[in-house]
C-alpha cells in the first residue's frame, strides 16, 4: 500500500470526517455503510459489547449493518462529537466522544478506493 492518503488534501481528509460523523449521527445505516469495503477488519470494545462476541478481528459488511441497527435502535439519541483527527500513512485517527460520554480513539486504514479496510477502536 503506498502513501495516498497521506499525500491527500486536507479538504478531503476533512470531507470525510464531516460526511462520516454525520451518517453516524443520522443513523444512516447505508451512509455509514458506503464509508467500508465489503470485508473489513475492525477490533472494537464496543462492537464486542453490542454483538456479544469475545474475539472480533474480521467483519463484513453485514455484521457492520448489524451493529448499526442495534445501536440504533436501543440508543435512539446515539451520537459522536469528533474532537481531533490525527494522519498516518494511508490512515486516520478519530478522537471522538459518544453519545454516553465514552471517550474513543479510531484508527482507519483505507483501501486504494479510499474505503476503510481495518478500523481499530479504544475506549
Not at 40 to 58: G, H, M, R, W, Y
Not at 105 to 116: L, P, V, Y
Request: glycine content about 2%; aromatic content about 12%; overall charge negative.
Amino acid at each position: 500500500m503506498g502513501t495516498f492518503l497521506s499525500n491527500l488534501a486536507d479538504d478531503w481528509r476533512q470531507q470525510l470526517i464531516d460526511e462520516w460523523q454525520l451518517a453516524w449521527n443520522s443513523h444512516d445505516t447505508v451512509w455509514v455503510l458506503s464509508f467500508y469495503e465489503d470485508l473489513i477488519a475492525i477490533t472494537s470494545p464496543v462492537f464486542q459489547e453490542v454483538l456479544d462476541v469475545k474475539n472480533l478481528s474480521c467483519f463484513d459488511k453485514q455484521d457492520l449493518k448489524q451493529f448499526c441497527e442495534r445501536v440504533f435502535s436501543t440508543v435512539p439519541k446515539y451520537s459522536i462529537n469528533v474532537m481531533a483527527v490525527t494522519s498516518g500513512i494511508d490512515s486516520i485517527t478519530i478522537h471522538y466522544m459518544d453519545s454516553s460520554s465514552r471517550l474513543i480513539a479510531e484508527t482507519m486504514q483505507f483501501s486504494q478506493r479510499r474505503k476503510i479496510t481495518n478500523s481499530s477502536s479504544l475506549c
